[in-house]
């Protein structure tokens, strides 16, 4: 796959993915996300504060990442007056062909989740080696 577009992002029309149209965008929070690609894979970072490991869901299915968590934090006192609301984080991305989905794996510390998506075997690089002729 010659063109490295990963990001659905509900900004861009051109690159929305039909469920993602379907959220209403005031209503949910679209957490900050870093792609790195290696050798090996993808590795996607992305902050998620005030999300609860237990509350945090990561789902594939049709070639599509979603990524989706309610923050939650109780005032420390009496609300008087509020000016912002926990967000309800959710957010897709196309997988490139190429990648297990099925060795998917996921970390998440200190609000921040760590996905790590490893490429298939046929789809690693690798160095061939040239042998002299006859």
């Not at 979603?66 to 609300?79: D, H, L, Q």
Request: glycine content about 6%.
């Amino acid at each position: 796959m010659a063109e490295k577009t990963y990001v659905a992002n509900h900004k861009n029309e051109s690159e929305t993915t039909s469920r993602e149209e379907t959220r209403a965008p005031e209503r949910y929070a679209v957490p900050a996300v870093d792609i790195l690609e290696g050798a090996h894979g993808l590795t996607l970072v992305a902050d998620l504060p005030g999300v609860a490991r237990e509350a945090l869901t990561i789902d594939v299915d049709q070639g599509v990442l979603t990524i989706e968590g309610p923050a939650n934090g109780a005032p420390p006192a009496e609300e008087v007056y509020r000016e912002f609301n926990w967000p309800h984080f959710y957010r897709q991305f196309r997988i490139p062909e190429g990648i297990d989905v099925e060795k998917v794996s996921a970390a998440f510390s200190n609000g921040v989740l760590t996905l790590t998506l490893p490429r298939m075997e046929a789809a690693k690089p690798r160095r061939i080696e040239v042998t002299p002729g006859e």
